[in-house]
């Protein structure tokens, strides 16, 4: 399945919709793409699949921090 490690997108379903109107089905899939990092706390190369939106995150916070943050619970309200 087509799915950010960081981020968690998922491929997403939709319709084509032609001049005429007529409908049919398609899949709008997450800009992955797989990428490697260093880890500077293990000291070697992690290969992730993520998203140009998780890239952005993990120059943000960091790779540690994004990676806790992704393996953590997600809390409903």
Do not use: D, Q
């Amino acid at each position: 399945m087509k799915v950010c490690e960081i981020t968690g997108k998922v491929a997403m379903t939709g319709n084509n919709v032609s001049h005429s109107h007529h409908k049919t089905k398609r899949t709008f899939s997450p800009n992955l793409k797989t990428k490697r990092f260093w880890s500077e706390e293990e000291g070697r190369w992690i290969t992730l699949k993520v998203t140009a939106a998780g890239m952005k995150t993990i120059n943000k916070k960091g790779l540690a921090v994004a990676l806790r943050e992704a393996a953590a619970p997600k809390k409903i309200y």
